[in-house]
């Protein structure tokens, strides 16, 4: 079991910044990839970014291409997400999920493929 919890979001005007946090319970994180997702109102849920176990393999979907940047640190068992250059459309509740395997991008952007997921936290850009 893996709990996660998120933290970082807030209210933020047009080309501001954030870097969201995702702190992971247990001594498993580093066998994990880890995503991010986001949600906004009225809208089906949408991946943003996921990062392999060690780091090395990222995936980016093409909305944060140049702007966010998903990183790791397995001593502390946490992922973030800089957001950078945000806009109003980046609106939405993010989350952060682990999966036990993830080995294709098919894969990294499927929400069925994650087993474990955190309650969200709040980002809203102001125009």
């Known amino acids: 079991q893996v709990q996660l919890v998120e933290s970082g979001g807030g209210l933020v005007q047009a080309g501001g910044s954030l870097r969201l946090s995702c702190a992971a319970s247990g001594r498993t994180f580093s066998t994990y990839a880890m995503g991010w997702f986001r949600q906004a109102p009225g809208k089906e849920r949408e991946f943003v970014e996921a990062i392999s176990r060690s780091g090395g393999v990222r995936y980016v979907a093409e909305s944060a291409k140049g702007r966010f940047t998903i990183s790791r640190d397995n001593a502390k068992n946490t992922v973030y997400l800089q957001m950078n250059s945000l806009k109003p459309e980046d609106t939405a509740v993010y989350y952060c999920?682990?999966?036990?395997?993830?080995?294709?991008?098919?894969?990294?952007?499927?929400?069925?493929?994650?087993?474990?997921w955190g309650q969200g936290t709040q980002v809203t850009v102001s125009s």
């Open positions: 999920a682990a999966a036990r395997s993830l080995t294709t991008t098919a894969q990294a952007i499927g929400i069925t493929s994650y087993d474990y």
